[in-house]
């Protein structure tokens, strides 16, 4: 039986959060001051996760796995769509038409992030990287500012 949360354990609790705002983002009133909060709270913490994944994941999917630049490279540019999309949600208000499409965008493909992590990245983590390896990247995560 494991201890500690290791790291994958710690992205996919940060994948439910994202689930649980965008829902509550879908339950608020369109163009409401309460959709732009839940906006900016998800930029916040999308961030966060992102910065985190970019600094000590690509070295690890390197080093651990099969085809781990091909992964790395995905990955930054998976995180790269989601951040040029999080800068155009700030330029905008709820009650403007293209924040409800900005934010579908957004949804499309944190969707897309959290499905390729769960179902694919996460196992390969589980299989090819010493379980000492992913408990230290969980500590260097909590250390960090979650």
Do not use: C, W
């Not at 839940?38 to 913490?45: A, F, G, M, Q, Y």
């Not at 996760?49 to 970019?54: D, K, N, S, T």
């Not at 099969?66 to 790395?72: E, Q």
């Amino acid at each position: 039986m494991r201890g500690d949360p290791d790291v994958v354990d710690e992205l996919t609790a940060d994948h439910r959060i994202f689930d649980a705002l965008l829902a509550q983002f879908n339950n608020a009133p369109p163009g409401t001051p309460d959709r732009k909060r839940l906006i900016n709270t998800l930029t916040i913490e999308l961030k966060k996760h992102l910065a985190f994944q970019e600094q000590h994941l690509p070295p690890v999917l390197r080093e651990h796995l099969d085809h781990g630049d091909t992964l790395a490279t995905q990955k930054s540019a998976d995180h790269s769509r989601m951040r040029h999309l999080l800068e155009q949600l700030q330029a905008h208000e709820p009650d403007d038409v293209y924040f409800d499409h900005l934010v579908g965008q957004l949804h499309t493909q944190l969707r897309t992030h959290i499905d390729a992590e769960e179902i694919h990245l996460f196992p390969q983590l589980r299989l090819g990287v010493h379980p000492y390896v992913l408990d230290n990247l969980a500590k260097k995560y909590r250390r960090a500012d979650h």
